[in-house]
């Protein structure tokens, strides 16, 4: 079974920054595409930030020049660096992988997504 560990996670004032971390329990070579999504209070979950097997990067529009997302086949890990962060950007993180989806253009849905880690919290206030 696939397992997907996010971290990285934390409480953070307006304007700082985070790294966010998803081990993946296999080879992410075999992901053709991976992705952080976030679920923000009383709202749907979203797509923040794709990442193709070839590094072609798609970023949601409220995140764009502040977020950038990028993998490590070497290390099995999935990145996201988090800049400039906003009480908007509160949330549960969560990244996904799927062997089949691909994203060459944008950020696929999240019902494309088989594997799901559990997510890890990121809190953004002064």
């Known amino acids: 079974e696939v397992q997907l560990v996010e971290s990285g996670g934390d409480l953070v004032q307006p304007g700082g920054s985070l790294r966010l971390s998803c081990a993946a329990s296999?080879?992410?070579?075999?992901?053709?595409?991976m992705a952080w999504f976030r679920r923000a209070p009383e709202k749907e979950r979203e797509g923040v930030a794709a990442?193709?097997?070839?590094?072609?990067?798609h970023y949601a529009d409220s995140v764009k020049g502040r977020f950038t997302i990028s993998r490590d086949n070497a290390k099995n890990t999935l990145y996201l660096q988090i800049n400039s962060l906003k009480p908007e950007d509160t949330g549960m993180y969560f990244c996904?992988?799927?062997?089949?989806?691909?994203?060459?253009?944008?950020?696929?849905?999240?019902?494309?997504?088989?594997?799901w880690g559990q997510g890890t919290q990121v809190t953004v206030s002064s």
């Open positions: 990442i193709a097997s070839d590094g072609g990067a």
């Open positions: 296999r080879s992410t070579d075999s992901y053709y595409c």
């Open positions: 996904a992988a799927d062997e089949i989806v691909e994203c060459p253009f944008s950020i696929p849905p999240d019902s494309e997504f088989g594997h």
